[in-house]
């Protein structure tokens, strides 16, 4: 089946720093989706974003279908951002897989 | 509010002893999903539903059963639950186009549900 990998695993940051998290998947995809789940264990969707480039305030993410890959970006990180990122792509009708996450913490 | 709720958010049970866990969405969602998620391995998707009446294996089915008898309601059945399936799991909800191939929209989750068997 198919495979999604994120890295990095883990990303530590100053408050204020931008990073890049990115997630490759392995075969063709009807979509993709982006998650923060916040360290009470709540999920909320970010993205959805099966091509293209979005923006939402100090986030924005790129999926390069062709290419098998996304990036989401986070810019002027606050200690806020801290949590799991994990982004999900649905290969055939319904079904998603979601990738390992990259964990994020940001240091005030 | 838009939400999904799942009921209980927390239940310690014995191995063997029925249990299900609700999961409702008051979005009028046509797709709705189950998933556990485990240390080290993420989130794992175990059924879910493009509509009414109809329910689809994810990657981990097994000792689960799931009904759509109605649009907003979705709930996980564990018959002989083991310690195996202690975790936490997520109901979510999102729009749907029927017949669509990729038809899942940006997906709601509910709070959790965290399950110990022992």
């Known amino acids: 089946g198919i495979q999604v990998e994120q890295s990095p695993p883990d990303l530590i940051l100053q408050e204020g720093a931008n990073s890049t998290l990115r997630c490759n998947f392995s075969d063709s995809v009807n979509n993709l989706q982006w998650f923060h789940q916040n360290p009470w264990g709540q999920l909320i969707n970010l993205f959805y974003i099966p091509s293209g480039t979005k923006q939402n305030g100090r986030l924005s993410a790129t999926t390069v279908a062709t290419e098998r890959y996304s990036l989401l970006y986070i810019s002027s990180s606050q200690t806020t951002d801290s949590g799991v990122y994990f982004c999900?792509?649905?290969?055939?009708?319904?079904?998603?897989?979601f990738g390992q996450g990259t964990e994020l913490s940001v240091k005030p | 509010e838009a939400q999904v709720t799942q009921n209980p958010r927390y239940l310690i049970t014995v191995t063997g002893k029925k249990l299900t866990v609700t999961c409702s969405q008051n979005?009028?969602?046509?797709?709705m999903s189950w998933y556990r998620q485990d240390p080290g391995l993420g989130l794992r998707q175990i059924y879910y539903?493009?509509?009414?009446?109809?329910?689809d294996k994810g990657d981990v089915p097994e000792g689960y059963k799931v009904s759509r008898k109605e649009k907003r309601n979705f709930p996980l059945i564990l018959e002989s639950p083991s310690p195996n399936q202690t975790s936490l799991y997520f109901c979510?909800?999102?729009?749907?186009?029927?017949?669509?191939?990729?038809?899942?929209?940006?997906?709601?989750f509910g709070p959790g549900t965290r399950l110990t068997v022992t």
């Open positions: 999900a792509v649905e290969s055939q009708g319904g079904k998603l897989i």
């Open positions: 539903s493009m509509n009414v009446e109809v329910t």
């Open positions: 979005m009028n969602h046509e797709y």
């Open positions: 979510a909800s999102s729009f749907a186009l029927a017949g669509v191939p990729s038809s899942s929209y940006e997906q709601y």
